[in-house]
């Protein structure tokens, strides 16, 4: 396994989801800078005075370890090599061409059945050949069948926030029996490790899913979390890009209200007549 990279710094919106996120970005790159600091001292004093300022603003900065290499994998490790090989080679292709997969992990899946991330793939395959339909199945299995893994819940919120599915997203993400599911630790309290796809996929998931419920200087921050750890990638790309176009859209707001207004017109009351 490859060294871990240094310590990121990331805001926990728990408390106060609405306010935050123009206090936890600032917040953000003050730790960012911090981190950067040779002397120990120093930076550790700088550390407390933004901690200090985070309490004050009801914004937690928790530390996360984000590692390059693989994290240990016994569903697949322990499987024999022709097999690993086989599971690396559809996971490799997915990046390019996931709907020619499909037959190959639906064989998978069929064989290993207790491995959730050719769950995933299998969704992702059939998302990408149009079946709209048994993709959101397959990925709402994975997340029933698997709580705690990461990226199977994010690609589902994903699918349900590409679908228009707010609120079903906002039950698993903020108001469910887990929620909220705001920051990678709040997910899994019991870790401080993660792989940078992990974490990446979590920064994409909650930066889309703060747009989607109107929250944009959240969304600011997750972006900020995203680039912190891959600058340049096509997907922060995409998450910045969707953050302007949501800020140059200032009837967006009016539009959905017109359109919500449309579907579910107000009831008009009677007249009365005179006398009555």
Do not use: C, W
């Amino acid at each position: 396994m490859k060294s871990p990279k240094p310590d990121r710094f990331s805001p926990n919106f728990k408390r106060d989801p609405k306010p935050s996120g123009s206090a936890a970005s600032r917040l953000l790159k003050a730790a960012a800078a911090l981190d950067k600091i040779p002397d120990a001292r120093i930076r550790e004093a700088g550390m407390t005075e933004v901690r200090r300022q985070a309490k004050q603003a009801g914004v937690a900065l928790i530390s996360l370890n984000i590692v390059t290499g693989p994290l240990p994998n016994p569903l697949i490790d322990n499987l024999p090599q022709s097999e690993r090989r086989r599971i690396e080679a559809v996971s490799r292709a997915m990046y390019s061409d996931p709907g020619a997969q499909l037959e190959e992990l639906t064989a998978l899946v069929a064989k290993y059945p207790g491995i959730p991330m050719l769950r995933n793939h299998l969704g992702q395959a059939l998302d990408a050949r149009g079946k709209s339909a048994q993709s959101m199945q397959i990925m709402e299995e994975t997340v029933r069948l698997f709580p705690d893994y990461i990226i199977g819940f994010t690609n589902y919120v994903l699918l349900l926030l590409s679908a228009g599915k707010v609120e079903q997203a906002r039950q698993l993400v903020e108001t469910g029996e887990r929620g909220p599911l705001l920051h990678l630790g709040e997910f899994a309290p019991g870790r401080d490790t993660f792989h940078i796809a992990e974490a990446m996929s979590y920064a994409m998931m909650t930066g889309l899913y703060f747009l989607a419920t109107d929250r944009p200087d959240d969304a600011k921050v997750s972006h900020q979390l995203f680039q912190s750890l891959a600058p340049g990638h096509p997907q922060e790309k995409i998450l910045k890009r969707r953050i302007e176009e949501h800020n140059a859209d200032p009837l967006g707001k009016a539009a959905k209200l017109l359109l919500k207004l449309a579907k579910h017109p107000p009831r008009r009351t009677k007249k009365r007549k005179d006398g009555q």
